[in-house]
């Protein structure tokens, strides 16, 4: 009877002893798999294969693509993605580093905002959702940005390594369900689609304009001259008894030098509903000294979406002007003749980019633009009176 406990005895020691060392290899494989402090967090991410990023934090979304060879907003009518941006995300998102893992259940998962925002109603929950695909639309990875992790005030920071303690960094959590706290606290990444346009705009040479003309069907029209930058500018048909008001003309010369658009109107509008009929439109041609000219047609006051605004539409052109290279020596009619190329080059790249949207500017640029002969003239000083004590 005692040899038979023994035996039992001894087949339970090597059971427990077998489970032991079962569960210790287990262990050892799991923690081989887990990342440690300094590994990247996604270690095959190749981001020139990234074809499309998706953001989405519940409330907004955005769709990046890649369109031969440049970024475009999908939800903006495919119009151009501001390249530094796009770039600077995916650089981010490659050069991620693990700082901490994290083992997390549903509950902490909605505590530090990492759920999907199509994994709950409550936005408390939910984080900024990153979805990388390539050409063909095969998800590359995902990245769930939760909640920023503050090194100088975090109730965990004494538990981080001492680099971290006084660190901001970011909770995530990657499409293969890994959760990590990272060093990179990714600022100024936004889902609407607004934050992801190229806000690069016409850049007038406000400084080197010689003419500003303004025309439409139903005002008159007004011309602006000058033949040097430096001379002051001279009204066609100015009445006698006006003058030229200064602080007007430079308020408009600042606005075309800082012109920018609010938005970019929907290409299926039809002119009439966005003040572009042509009985509307006010058309503002500044020319540079150079033979550089801008077109600008601006709309009359339009209300979409219950916001009144004005549509702009915009191009360019360069105007060959005479130069006397018979008069220059070579290397100065060589500088020209490269100077005239770049400005060409210039203005054909300003026409590819630009001209063939439609823009919502608001009111107070659109005023600045549209303007009367009225808005540019004063009444002038009347003379002093003479001083009767001098009789």
Known sequence: MKSKNLRILLMVTVLLVAFAYYRDTQQRERDRDIATSGDPVFPAMDINRVAQLTLDDGQARVTIQRSDDRWIVVEKHGYAADFSRVRDLLLRIADLRVGRSLHLDDRLLGELALLRPDATENRDQSGMHIALNDNAGTLLATLTLGKTFYGDRDTQRDTMPFQWRDADGRYVVTHQGDAFLVSEPFQRVDAKPDEWLDRGFLDVPSRALVTLAWEGLERDTILLTREQTQDPWQLEALPDDRELDSASIDALIRTLRNLAFDDIVD???????????????????????????????????????????????????????????????????????????????????????????????DTATAEKLRIDRDDILNEPEPPEEPDSNND
């Open 267 to 361: 290409p299926s509008l039809a002119d009439e509903m966005i003040g572009m009929s042509a009985a509307h439109v006010v058309t503002l041609t500044a020319r540079a000294d150079d033979g550089r000219r801008y077109n600008l047609a601006i709309g009359d006051a339009a209300t979409i979406d219950n916001r009144t605004r004005h549509a702009l539409r915009v191009s360019a052109a360069y105007d060959l002007l005479p130069a006397p290279l018979s008069d220059m020596d070579d290397e100065s009619a060589k500088q020209h003749v490269e100077i005239m190329h770049q400005h060409a080059e210039t203005i054909d790249r300003i026409n590819e980019r630009l001209s063939g949207w439609t823009y919502w500017i």
